[in-house]
């Protein structure tokens, strides 16, 4: 006989469950990628070289017109600067006055990760910057000027680039959205939970 379970729901005894039949697990094996000669991959290294440079080219195109655009409110209300309107119309968050990127920036940002993936490999715990700042500066100052240098230089640039991809990059609307929505319903279900636990005041 089906139980109604304090939930509300229906259960059924096991024993009166009817099994029409036995899954059979399948796999699906992946289609091996076809392999390439070096002039393909070469060719198909060239064509992502050109849409990219294409796609840097329109974008900076766009930053002109919406620059200009800019201008245009500043002069039609000038209570606020350029930027403030490009940060209002761009929906950006307002970000701290950006540190210039340093050469012992780029040195910890390197050591730092190959010392946690040594780390992790070992079974050991990630550990932050701050943690191994002791360590880090010792290393740099055994180091000689041509070394910082010869070490730095790369990771200067990728960390550049990554601060501009932060700065400028595309907006992913489902995902922004998908968060508001998160933590819109965080905070309802905090406050309904606040709202249930408050005693009741006598009237």
Known sequence: MPVVTEAGVLQFDNKARVVTGKRVATSRKRKAAP???K????HRQQERNAHKAKLQ????DVHEIISRLMECLHDEFPEHSPGYYHQFVMQQPKLPNEKKITQWMAFTSLEAVKDNNAQEADGGEHQRVSGLSKLLSERWNTLSEEEK?????DRMKELEERRKDKKHGVRNVALSAFQDMHITMTKVYEEVRSNTDRPVSDP
């Open 57 to 60: 080219s329109c974008i900076a």
């Open 149 to 153: 240098d010869a070490l730095t230089t």
């Open 35 to 37: 392999k390439l000669s």
């Open 39 to 42: 002039e393909e991959r070469e």
